[in-house]
């Protein structure tokens, strides 16, 4: 069975700071796997998507990069955050026909 | 883009009442309308979907239908129970890539 893991659980930063997040998937080779976000309350954007290693497209522009460098692994960063980077950030992968499967997610407060 | 428009915003039932959902999309590029549930503080998860070539997709106590011509689908879902409260979203695939449009999403509360 697939399993998706994301990391951190939760983070509080502060605004101008870094940030990374991640996520793993164990038990499917070459997944197409998306970075979605979430504000409180508010629908899902897709962020991000990557059906292979080294290769990601961008769906929106909120200031973030992502970057797929293996096969199981997808990465959400920023080298400056903003108010307005807080939300629910989940990364998800997708085994076809509009089937998407969320890790467990990361809650980012931005200080 | 594609625009996909969930209503009511929000809803409370009573338990063992029929909660109904509403969905309405512009045009599809693939053939495909998941649900998906969110309870909170919690990731979504898939909870029902149909296929463009159905007009209803029935799984226990939820049921999708869906009208075509008019580019509606609703969600039903059937002696609703207090475990059922959450956020419930409709979807809309965007092709090969998994792309999902995702709705503004229903808030449901169901009382005992």
């Known amino acids: 069975a697939q399993t998706i893991h994301q990391w951190p659980v939760a983070e509080i930063k502060a605004v101008g700071s870094p940030l990374s997040l991640g996520c793993t998937i164990k038990?499917?080779?070459?997944?197409?796997l998306y970075w979605y976000w979430q504000a409180t309350g508010g629908t899902l954007q897709q962020l991000f998507y990557?059906?292979?290693?080294?290769?990601v497209e961008s769906v929106v522009q909120l200031n973030l990069s992502a970057s797929r460098p293996k096969d199981d692994q997808f990465i959400l960063s920023t080298e400056k955050l903003l108010l307005s980077h807080s939300g629910f950030y989940l990364c998800?992968?997708?085994?076809?026909?509009?089937?998407?499967?969320f890790g467990k997610g990361t809650r980012l407060t931005v200080v | 883009q594609q625009q996909v428009r969930q209503s009511p915003q929000s809803l409370t039932v009573w338990e063992g009442e029929t909660t109904i959902l509403n969905c309405s999309y512009e045009?599809?590029?693939?053939?495909?309308f998941p649900w998906y549930r969110q309870f909170p503080g919690k990731s979504p998860a898939l909870l029902i979907a149909?296929?463009?070539?159905?007009n209803k997709k029935e799984d226990g106590r939820f049921t999708i239908f869906f009208n075509k011509r008019e580019k509606k689908l609703s969600l039903h879902i059937t002696d609703s129970q207090p475990g059922d409260s959450a956020t419930y979203f409709c979807?809309?695939?965007?092709?090969?890539?998994?792309?999902?449009?995702f709705g503004e999403g229903t808030q449901v509360t169901v009382i005992s």
């Open positions: 998800a992968w997708s085994p076809g026909q509009g089937r998407v499967f």
């Open positions: 038990g499917k080779s070459s997944p197409n």
């Open positions: 990557s059906i292979t290693v080294g290769q």
């Open positions: 045009d599809s590029t693939f053939d495909y």
């Open positions: 149909i296929s463009l070539v159905s």
């Open positions: 979807a809309d695939t965007g092709g090969l890539s998994g792309k999902l449009t």
